[in-house]
């Protein structure tokens, strides 16, 4: 599995990005985040079918997670970026099917790189 988040950037209060992270091979992907001076936190997850959809408390209702498996491709829209929200961004992958909770790091075997998002108000 190999995988390559991209579309971080720089971006005002209240604006919009959408991430990707070509996901070629993958089962469940996830989404988690690390600001600086701070631990890596659990963001999205999304099933290999798209039939469940995971999300922190902090990014419900703003945050939506999807996949078009024909591109191996998962996406992260984000809405309404809060400055809280700037962080390196990572996408994982796991199994299709894991004992494992979606919001816990060690369901995932495969990390790629990160992508910045910085959100300034």
């Known amino acids: 599995v190999q995988l390559q988040a991209s579309g971080g950037g720089l971006v005002q209060t209240g604006a919009s990005l959408r991430l990707s992270c070509a996901a070629s091979g993958s089962g469940s992907v996830g989404w988690f985040r690390q600001a600086p001076g701070k631990e890596r936190e659990f963001v999205a997850a999304i099933r290999y079918d798209s039939r469940g959809m995971y999300y922190a408390d902090s990014v419900k209702g703003r945050f939506t997670i999807s996949r078009d498996n024909a591109k191996d491709t998962v996406y992260l829209q984000m809405n309404n970026l809060k400055s809280e929200d700037t962080a390196v961004y990572y996408c994982?992958?796991?199994?299709?099917?894991?004992?494992?909770?979606?919001?816990?790091?060690?369901?995932?075997?495969?990390w790629g790189q990160g992508t910045l998002v910085t959100v300034s108000s």
């Open positions: 994982a992958a796991g199994p299709k099917n894991s004992a494992r909770s979606y919001n816990t790091e060690n369901r995932y075997t495969y």
